[in-house]
């Protein structure tokens, strides 16, 4: 009787070792699949996340290629006519003293010279070789002083705050290139309105913000928008700061309130191979 009680808490003994071993094999099966699907769907959204950097690289490559084109043009052909142009009036000028033509040709002769320096500086703030020497501060000033001279007035200014450094060149050409689209919507949409441009270089990120007075808006009107009165602005903005793995967000508040759009983008980046380490040089704003 004894030996039968043995043998049959044995066969339950194993039974109960053989249940609980099969628990952990399934559990272990379960948690080693969980970590192998986790591991597998970061790989697939790192190839997605790889993949759309890469075409929107391509992309901004693209349109770097067409703007230094433009700005190529610019610079050799517009910009060598309207010199030739500015000559022509200089004689035409000394030819029409103490004639009632004169100031008329002093106007145009006036109006001539600031056209060839607008053409100058907006073939420099297209060009990517101007950001490769001079740096981002050098060109945001370009691009301010482009601004206030077709406004005729002090209407952008820019601050900066903390010791800048060098974001790259890939990186800074974007950044230039997000900066004039911001500022390009402030023109548009907030018309003679003040503008301010903010730059603060902190050890690890650079926070760059764009400041209009204008009439501001509610960011759920243009989720609402028709396909014909839409823009691409915002969305581009946010793809660019992705690209860099910062972020963009606007504070739009209602009638007459202005707008603020935040750039926040780190120093080291997925964009740029070279990026400044903490310790790189710094350089002061230079002179175009």
Not at 29 to 52: C, D, G, K, P, S
Not at 123 to 144: H, M, P, Q, V, Y
Not at 167 to 179: D, K, N, S, Y
Not at 212 to 231: A, C, N, Y
Request: hydrophobic share 40%; with cysteine; proline share 3%.
């Amino acid at each position: 009787m004894n030996e039968q009680l043995s043998d049959v808490l044995l066969i339950i003994g194993t039974g109960t070792m053989l249940v609980f071993g099969l628990a952990a094999f399934a559990i272990t099966l379960i948690v080693v699949y969980r970590r192998r699907y986790a591991a597998h769907q970061t790989e697939l959204t790192q190839l997605h996340e790889a993949h759309q950097r890469e075409i929107l690289q391509a992309q901004l490559e693209t349109q770097n290629q067409t703007l230094q084109q433009v700005a190529e043009g610019l610079h050799d052909h517009v910009g060598q006519m309207l010199s030739v142009v500015w000559l022509h009036l200089n004689c035409l000028h000394a030819d029409t003293q103490a004639t009632p033509y004169q100031a008329s040709v002093t106007e145009l002769l006036t109006h001539t010279a600031t056209l060839v320096a607008d053409v100058r500086n907006l073939s420099k703030s297209l060009s990517t070789d101007t950001i490769t020497r001079f740096g981002l501060r050098a060109c945001l000033n370009l691009e301010l002083d482009r601004i206030n001279r077709a406004a005729g007035t002090q209407q952008a200014v820019m601050q900066v705050t903390g010791d800048a450094y060098s974001m790259g060149q890939q990186t800074e050409t974007i950044l230039l290139r997000m900066v004039q689209e911001a500022l390009n919507n402030a023109l548009k949409h907030a018309p003679g309105s003040p503008i301010s441009l903010l730059l603060v270089y902190q050890p690890d990120e650079l926070a760059i913000s764009v400041v209009d007075e204008g009439p501001g808006f509610s960011m759920d009107s243009l989720q609402v928008r028709s396909l014909t009165m839409s823009g691409q602005g915002i969305d581009n903005l946010r793809r660019r700061a992705s690209l860099l793995g910062g972020t963009c967000t606007w504070q739009a508040g209602e009638a007459h309130r202005g707008t603020k759009v935040i750039l926040i983008i780190p120093r080291l980046n997925p964009i740029e191979d070279n990026q400044a380490k903490p310790g790189s040089k710094t350089y002061p704003s230079a002179t175009i």
